[in-house]
């Protein structure tokens, strides 16, 4: 308890919060390394895996991407790009770090997503008149879209905590206090570095929590599981053939 009593003490000194490793520039450089990351592995997973449950085709291999890239050790590759790109280009090896663990959990979102959905609802879609378009946009994209934020939050955790050991190399970030903080036995500044990661984690995690039940469509009955129910997906689906098939009928 007196420990936790120093974090917080170190936490509140007017020290922490001004400088070059200030509080808030730390929390900065750890939000920037995180958000584009995610981001860039969004833009290469979401269509690839949107690609596979659309077409069907490609599962296994994204499937073995996946597991291969969830075993590979977070820390030991960022060591092994930062040797291989040299010491100048520690930021680029550390973002294509990061981008690499967060591909997996987006690709599995995306394309489970899609599979999750009931093929009788794409049927019915189709039977509407709903061109692959409108069944890919309308139906599909909406149905599958909790579960694709779902891999959005499991990606941007994973990425915050490992953001956190890229501080061996100097990247900064907030684990620069907990890095610092260890071989010089202040035990207080460690507790307090990983009080501020463990409090991201958690508000991220909280907002994407909310964000992912948002996600699920109006009309779609929610199960105790946490997955629509079959019945409410095809009213769903329903429902969007009827919007867009004026659309489709007059083109």
Known sequence: MNVFTEALAWLLSPERWQGTYALPTLLGQHLFYTVISVLIAALIAVPAGWLIGHTGRGREIAVAVSGAARAIPSFGLLVLLVLLLGVLQIPAAAILTFVLL???SLLAGAYTGFEAIDRRVLDAARSMGMTEWQVFWKVEVPLGLPLLVGGLRAALLQVIATVTIAAYVNLGGLGWP???GIPLRRFDQVLG???LVAL???IVDLLLAIAQH?????GVRVAQTGTPSRRA???AASASARSAAPASSSA
């Open 214 to 218: 948002a996600a699920v469509p109006a």
């Open 193 to 195: 570095g990983a009080i």
């Open 102 to 104: 967060a591909i997996p």
């Open 233 to 235: 997906l095809r009213r």
């Open 200 to 202: 991201l984690a958690l």
């Open 178 to 180: 907990i890095i610092q």
